[in-house]
Structure formats: structure tokens, C-alpha cells
């Protein structure tokens, strides 16, 4: 069973409407497997969605960050990044079998 972490790894600012507002959240989904794992990046950009719920920069968590990214994901977008770590995992424990270049009987 694969558990998946949700990670904001770094975060764009501008100083309007407000000090320190976010406009762009580089984040990370992890997928842990047992001994395997393997994840994903990608970027959220904001407008003034969060505005009429203006959370100071600094009181601001990982939860709250990943809420506004999954937010703007939607249910089908969390499960298409999901399936991309899953399918990394799957390849992880069973290897695809990749084709070799053997030489020629004959030669």
C-alpha cells in the first residue's frame, strides 16, 4: 500500500495586495511502498483566490500551502499525480523488461 506525502518545497512571493503574498508554490508528492519510492514535482501559480482568506505569510503551514495546491488540482488532477508516482513505484518492483541487442547468429 502506497502512502503518498504532500511537501511544499519553495514558495514565490509579491508584496500585493499584501506583504509576502503567494503567487507560485513549488511543491513535491512522494510515494513511499515499503522499501521503494519515488515522486513528482510541480508548481501551482495563485491569484486572489486566498485573498478574502489572507493567511500572513508567516503563520502560514505545509498543510495549508498543499490544501490551496490540491484546491487547484481537483480531485482528478491529485489522482493523475498519484498514478504517475504509483506507476514509478510499480516500476521499481517489477522492472520492465527491456530488449538487448544480441548479435547475430550468423555473424
Avoid at 80 to 106: A, F, K, R
Wanted: net charge negative; hydrophobic share 35%; aromatic share 12%.
Amino acid at each position: 500500500m502506497t502512502t503518498y506525502i504532500w511537501t511544499v518545497i519553495a514558495m514565490y512571493t509579491v508584496q500585493q495586495p499584501d506583504a509576502n503574498y503567494v503567487v507560485n508554490a513549488c511543491w513535491r508528492l512522494t510515494g513511499v511502498d515499503g522499501q521503494y519510492s519515488a515522486y513528482i514535482e510541480g508548481n501551482n501559480q495563485f491569484g486572489s483566490q486566498q485573498e478574502s482568506n489572507f493567511i500572513p505569510y508567516s503563520e502560514l503551514t505545509n498543510d495549508i500551502v498543499i490544501g490551496w495546491v490540491q484546491n487547484a488540482l481537483g480531485v482528478q488532477g491529485i489522482a493523475n499525480y498519484q498514478s504517475n508516482v504509483q506507476g514509478q513505484i510499480n516500476s521499481l518492483i517489477n522492472p520492465p523488461v527491456t530488449p538487448q541487442n544480441t548479435p547475430l547468429p550468423w555473424a
